[in-house]
């Protein structure tokens, strides 16, 4: 039984920052690629940032380079996305995803930004 519990949404200011984590368990976290996805109602999930297993590659998209940060403690099998800077498009429920030979999903977390 995999389980990934994503946390650290809420609603936040322009220009603000959020923390999100997800912890993994049932699954040997260390050998996973690890993800964020983010979706708003009506659209499909994008890409926002991944990290290899051992972190020592991370990618974004360009809407967030510069402002996001993935990280991840496989000791703890957590992996972090700090959010800086954040906009109104930033608006969305966020996905923790584990992949590699099985994709796993978390249940998403709401972050909203606005005044």
């Known amino acids: 039984q995999v389980q990934l519990v994503e946390s650290g949404g809420g609603l936040v200011q322009p220009g603000g920052s959020l923390r999100l984590s997800c912890v993994a368990s049932?699954?040997?976290?260390?050998?996973?690629?690890t993800s964020w996805y983010r979706q708003t109602p009506g659209k499909e999930r994008e890409l926002v940032a991944v990290?290899?297993?051992?972190?020592?590659?991370?990618k974004y998209a360009n809407s967030v380079k510069g402002r996001f940060t993935i990280s991840r403690d496989n000791a703890k099998n957590t992996v972090h996305l700090q959010m800086n800077n954040l906009k109104p498009e930033d608006t969305a429920v966020y996905y923790c995803?584990?992949?590699?030979?099985?994709?796993?999903w978390g249940q998403g977390t709401q972050v909203t930004v606005s005044s």
């Open positions: 049932g699954v040997t976290f260390r050998i996973f690629a």
């Open positions: 990290i290899t297993a051992t972190g020592g590659t991370t």
């Open positions: 995803r584990l992949g590699g030979s099985d994709t796993y």
